[in-house]
């Protein structure tokens, strides 16, 4: 058949429509949902509020077919003493009542890998 088919295995930086998250249409939506999920549900960690640290973490995932958080990791010189909150908080959003949607490409819905940078202040 000439139907497009992917290889499941595939990740996508860019797709013609990017993933969403709490029911958003838009990318400025998304963020703003996102953010403010965050926001509401990161743990700051103990130690770091002990030795006053503050960071932007790097925070990579990537969204499978069906718009579920498969994996999350922060990366490079961020392997700190945020890295497990970070990627926590991410792994949380599956539990949003209104979690990802998938991305799609030419129709078909792909794993996609984003990255949201979670900043730390005290």
Same mark, same amino acid.
């Given at each position: 058949s000439d139907s497009i088919r992917y290889d499941v295995e595939e990740i996508f930086?860019?797709?013609?429509? /990017?993933? /969403?998250?709490?029911?958003?249409? #838009?990318?400025?939506? #998304?963020?703003a949902e996102a953010s403010k999920f965050i926001q509401d549900n990161l743990v700051y960690p103990e130690k770091a509020i002990e030795l006053g640290l503050e960071d932007t973490i790097e925070t990579w995932f990537v969204i499978d077919v069906d718009g579920i958080i498969e994996s999350a990791s922060v990366r490079g010189k961020s392997k700190s003493v945020f890295a497990q909150s970070?990627?926590?908080?991410? /792994?949380? /959003?599956? #539990?949003?009542?209104?979690?990802?949607?998938p991305g799609?490409? @030419?129709?078909?819905?792909? @794993?996609?890998?984003?990255k949201i940078p979670i900043e730390y202040s005290l």
């Open positions: 930086k860019v797709v013609q429509k /990017m993933p /969403m998250f709490g029911g958003c249409e #838009t990318k400025e939506c #998304t963020k970070s990627e926590e908080v991410i /792994m949380k /959003m599956n #539990t949003a009542e209104k979690a990802w949607s799609y490409q @030419r129709g078909i819905p792909v @794993r996609v890998l984003l």
